[in-house]
């Protein structure tokens, strides 16, 4: 058994996939409509592959709650593994990526946390425990 899709919830699927793509990286991986629904995923170009995440519309009642209620507790939807935290933190400021925390040692890894543009707070990990 393995991990195949998870999901993020997001307030418009176009500006969430250029986000993701042009300001982090990742690339499309898959993206089809039947009706009013847009399946739409990304990957990471180190793993294309690997696990996808779904930039799903908060169109859904549910789906939107959950996203407003993680936000407003300042949780991270999503976490992404990084080898550097400081070079990610920079390259991506440069992209014009607004951070909510810088690079922060924590117990057992280095974090920051970014602003999606989409409604979501995503956090940069590089463990140091292990």
């Known amino acids: 058994m393995r991990i195949k899709w998870t999901t993020v919830y997001v307030d418009d699927q176009d500006k969430a996939l250029q986000f993701y793509t042009d300001k982090l990286g990742f690339q499309k991986k898959a993206d089809f409509t039947q009706g009013n629904y847009r399946w739409l995923t990304i990957v990471s170009p180190e793993d294309p592959d690997g696990t996808e995440l779904v930039l799903e519309s908060n169109a859904n009642p549910a789906g939107k709650a959950y996203q407003e209620a993680v936000r407003a507790q300042n949780r991270p939807a999503a976490q992404f593994l990084v ?18 925390m810088p690079v922060t040692p924590t117990t057992g890894s280095i974090i920051a946390v970014l602003d999606d543009t989409c409604g979501n707070l995503i956090q940069l990990v590089k463990l140091t425990w292990g």
Do not use: C, I
Not at 85 to 99: C, H, I, M, P, S
């Open 83 to 100: 080898s550097d935290v400081q070079a990610e933190y920079d390259r991506l400021t440069g992209n014009g990526v607004k951070f909510t």
